[in-house]
């Protein structure tokens, strides 16, 4: 390809709106445009680029026996009936209705569509079966952001295993767990792979892989020492022992005026400080109003919540209902004498005495509360949310907490969905059973944002070699000069005939403007071939990735690029 008649439309300034340095880089670098929010084109470099994402993947997929299909994205709604998630997915999922009236879903997985087939299989001897494809995918995001890492039309490799049993299940999870940390290293990541919520995927176990990145969304406890990570809407952590005082022996009420938080209660005069007060929060869980009783200084994670409780539909309460329920305003709220409303309480106050919490009177807290004395707690569940530093629930060294990019995600979905297609076959006595589902998900588009997020500099991207648009750049200092250019074409053509992808930098522009271009679409290698080099009988060959330089003979330099190329491909 000669740069002087490609399309690589870079820019001086980033876009106005890009905040993700992947954002930003791979718009001025002309790998892509916005077409809307969330919908993006890629360039042709950008396309090269995403094209090597996907061979890593079949080439790992085929690898562990996976078998490539191609679904359509639109779907009729009574499949997605049958599993039930026609109506519990909600707003994300794109719908429409065609000219017979009939009802539509663009795909956001195909979970469901993949169990409909299945039900063509009829014996246990056909299993197990890993089914993938590549498509594109539709999620009505309420805020696409950051580029290609928060979209509502991406490009997915998604894969799902059917097998007879549990034991095959596992096996065919591993196999991916493998694949997986096998593409991830080929992109150039350094992923932890951690345990996750499966939200609405339905199922039990899943693990995230995720790269930590601040353009991150989200937020995982990973502990150095020894491995554990969690994402935190699961993250477990172990605090310090608190001795409390003896405390009263009843809760007393005292006049709080104007305080509203905790942190009011903490500031005022004959207070309490945060880890000595009660958080109660009112949720109304499948229609049932529920208090939710943390330590002070405690934040609830949500989903840890809604993992225990097996909850359909979770909300904060109303102020209204709150007032209803306890004759109070959030900020005098408390769970003393409260005998007919359900109490969940989080582990952490537990033994806990002497605590302050509101008396449900505006204006009025209870001080000297022993929280198993005084407080009806119907359950005890972990719903904190883990903070750096506390604890490692495996070792107890500290953990840290830092934001991530999810780039995989896999999950052992069990029989849902075979059961609710009837994906069903007759296993070794006979019997009829549902086929046990995997599905394995690893976004293409997030994972080319994710690639540059995690390798760039301030002048531009650093692709590694493996998914680099083009290995090598020459670079033409003066494309006409006749010496400078046939030397250069030679260059060009030898590299070519060898397998690289080669680009050559033969525009009519200063070698400033060339270098700096270079430097911001991040080819791997730039050999640039000037007349002060020739006349010494060589050119230069830079490295991106660490800014190393050396001159090569004009008579090897083909055979000695070609060798660091293929050295840095695997
Ligand atoms: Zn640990």
Redesign the pocket.
């Known amino acids: 390809m000669r740069w002087s008649s490609a399309f690589i439309p870079t820019l001086r300034d980033d876009p106005a709106d890009a905040e993700a340095i992947s954002h930003k880089l791979l718009v001025r670098a002309g790998f892509m445009r916005q077409l809307m929010a969330g919908h993006y084109s890629l360039t042709p470099a950008g396309f090269r680029s995403l094209r090597k994402i996907e061979a890593i993947v079949r080439e790992e997929m085929e690898k562990i026996g996976a078998q490539e299909f191609r679904l359509p994205c639109m779907h009729p709604r009574e499949i997605w009936e049958k599993s039930g998630r026609w109506d519990s997915v909600g707003e994300e999922m794109f719908r429409l209705r065609d000219r017979k009236g009939a009802d539509l879903a663009l795909g956001m997985t195909h979970e469901e569509i993949f169990a409909y087939h299945a039900a063509e299989l009829h014996s246990y001897r056909s299993l197990p079966q890993i089914w993938y494809q590549f498509q594109t995918k539709f999620r009505d995001e309420a805020r696409p952001k950051s580029g290609l890492l928060r979209v509502r039309e991406f490009t997915m490799k998604d894969s799902y295993s059917l097998d007879i049993d549990e034991a095959g299940l596992d096996a065919a999870f591993d196999r991916h767990l493998e694949a997986y940390r096998r593409i991830f290293r080929r992109f150039g990541f350094d992923v932890v792979a951690v345990e996750a919520s499966s939200g609405v995927m339905g199922g039990n176990q899943s693990i995230e892989f995720m790269l930590k990145s601040d353009a991150g969304e989200d937020w995982v406890a990973h ?1 150095e ?2 491995g ?1 990570a969690a994402n935190l809407e699961k993250a477990e952590s172990i605090l310090p022992e608190i001795e409390d005082p003896e405390g009263r022996p009843a809760p007393e009420r005292f006049p709080t005026p104007g305080v509203k938080t905790i942190e009011d209660l903490a500031r005022m005069e004959g207070g309490a400080e945060a880890s000595r007060q009660i958080k109660t929060l009112v949720y109304v869980i499948d229609g049932k109003t529920v208090l939710i009783l943390l330590r002070g200084d405690h934040s609830l994670a949500e989903q840890k919540l809604i993992d225990q409780v097996e909850a359909e539909e979770m909300r904060p309460a109303q102020p209204e209902e709150i007032r209803a329920a306890l004759g109070a305003s959030p900020g005098s709220l408390g769970a003393v004498g409260v005998p007919d409303l359900y109490v969940i309480a989080d582990e952490a106050l537990r033994g806990r005495r002497d605590m302050v919490t509101g008396a449900n009177e505006d204006g009025f807290h209870l001080r000297g509360v022993e929280v198993e004395r005084d407080i009806e707690v119907k359950a005890w569940l972990d719903l904190r949310e883990v903070t750096s530093g506390e604890g ?1 629930p ?2 107890r ?1 500290p953990l840290s907490v830092h934001k991530t990019i999810e780039v995989g995600h896999i999950f052992k979905l069990g029989t849902k969905y075979s059961e609710a297609m009837g994906a069903l076959v007759q296993d070794e006595k006979g019997r009829s059973v549902p086929i046990v589902m995997g599905s394995y998900g690893i976004g293409l588009d997030r994972s080319l944002a994710a690639i540059v997020e995690a390798h760039h500099d301030e002048s531009g991207i650093c692709w590694p070699v493996n998914v680099a648009p083009w290995e090598v750049v020459v670079t033409v200092v003066k494309p006409k000069d006749v010496e400078c250019h046939e030397a250069a074409e030679r260059l060009y053509e030898k590299l070519g005939e060898a397998g690289i992808d080669v680009l050559i930098d033969d525009r009519d522009e200063r070698p400033g403007v060339k270098f700096k271009d270079a430097e911001l679409v991040g080819f791997p290698y730039r050999v640039t071939v000037g007349p002060k080099g020739l006349g010494e009988g060589v050119v230069e060959l830079l490295r991106r990735a660490d800014g190393s330089k050396r001159d090569l003979p004009v008579a090897h330099a083909a055979e000695t690029i070609v060798e660091a190329v293929l050295d840095e491909r695997f």
Do not use: G, L, V
Request: charged share 10%.
């Open positions: 502990c020492k020894c554990y490692c495996m070792c060294a």
